[in-house]
């Protein structure tokens, strides 16, 4: 790798893994052959990495509160939303297209990745519900079924 890695994430096979660098590139890294296939182009630091629909949607939350999404085959960016001008702390899967993504500044939102029929291949991004808690989000994770674990910075 040629800058710091900041996040890394193994495909739902264990036959690929997506290596975010700190330069805003993710790479798809061939476990098998070690070789990068594809390149998906973030602009600014990645700092949580998700998959959705069986791994056929990266979902990407970077240091500038944006969260996008890009077909896995294809590395096309096909929708963007800003959730916060603070860094994503946390993106948490909770359903096939249902993430729930944390912020920084303390902002959770439930957001809900839509695709257009009429417009083929592109998506949407559609804010569900919001939460606000009253200190800066370090991370949220899956904690077992049905849960979600919520880590805030000490003041």
């Given at each position: 790798f040629r800058t710091d890695v900041s996040q890394l994430l193994f495909s739902p096979n264990?036959?690929?893994l997506f290596a975010a660098e700190e330069s805003g590139v993710i790479r798809l890294i061939n476990l098998t052959?070690?070789?990068c296939e594809r390149l998906y182009d973030v602009h600014?630091?990645?700092r949580k990495l998700a998959l959705l629909q069986n791994g056929t949607l990266l979902i990407v939350g970077d240091e500038n509160g944006t969260i996008s999404v890009f077909n896995v085959r294809t590395a096309d960016l096909l929708s963007c939303y800003v959730v916060a001008p603070s860094p994503i702390t946390g993106l948490v899967v909770l359903d096939s297209l249902l993430v729930l993504a944390s912020c920084e500044?303390?902002?959770l939102?439930?957001?809900r990745v839509c695709r257009k029929e009429q417009l083929g291949?592109?998506?949407t991004i559609e804010e569900e519900e919001e939460y606000t808690v009253t200190g800066a989000i370090?991370?949220?994770f899956p904690c077992g079924m049905n849960t979600t674990?919520?880590?805030e910075y000490d003041s």
């Open positions: 264990d036959k690929y052959t070690g070789l600014v630091a990645a500044s303390g902002k939102v439930t957001l291949e592109q998506y370090h991370d949220a674990v919520v880590v």
